[in-house]
């Protein structure tokens, strides 16, 4: 006999549901925070937002933002959004406890094998945006390419590619 087919989640629950994971993922990580780095959601596409902070600059005679907070902002949008796609399936299903997670209870992040970080102009004192292209995911391993612009995303001032461990997951 069939089991009765379930009915679908209201789009405001499951809309929750990802907001607070992603919310999670990124108030979990201290230097996240300290840095001010926020992310914006469109169905499973992430954009990295750095608000621009007179603390995020290296250089105060160009003024220029510091070249290692640039680092930072394109390998936190890697390890973020290499996250949110592992995490997609669960967090659609409702397999994730999103309020578990944003209680403290955070799935083991990426960690960085190495990243290569190309400057291609100063940062400016202003908003930057950044977003992540996972080239290659598997069980293991991880190749991801992220490229940062402020005002105009024809024009980027950093890009880099990283390569990730991949935390192991249930089976």
């Known amino acids: 006999m069939k089991e009765p087919r379930r009915r679908p989640e209201p789009v405001q629950v499951i809309k929750q549901r990802r907001d607070t994971t992603l919310r999670a993922l990124v108030e979990g990580v201290p230097y996240i925070r300290y840095l001010g780095i926020e992310f914006e959601r469109k169905g499973d596409e992430l954009t990295g937002i750095l608000p621009f902070n007179e603390k995020l600059i ?15 902002f394109l390998e936190v949008t890697a390890i973020i959004t290499l996250s949110w796609s592992y995490l997609w399936e669960d967090i659609e299903s409702g397999a994730i406890d999103a309020e578990r997670l944003a209680d403290g209870g955070l799935p083991r992040l990426p960690k960085t094998i190495d990243i290569s970080t190309d400057y291609l102009r100063s940062g400016l004192p202003r908003d930057a945006y950044a977003r992540a292209r996972i ?9 991801v390419h992220v490229e940062a612009w402020q005002d105009n995303r024809a024009r980027l001032f950093a890009q880099a590619t990283g390569h990730f461990l991949m935390p192991l997951q249930r089976d």
Not at 62 to 71: D, E, M, N, S
Not at 135 to 143: E, F, Q, W
């Open 58 to 72: 290296g250089n105060p005679l160009l003024p220029a933002i510091h070249g290692g907070v640039t680092a930072a």
């Open 135 to 143: 080239n290659r995911s598997g069980r293991r391993y991880a190749s």
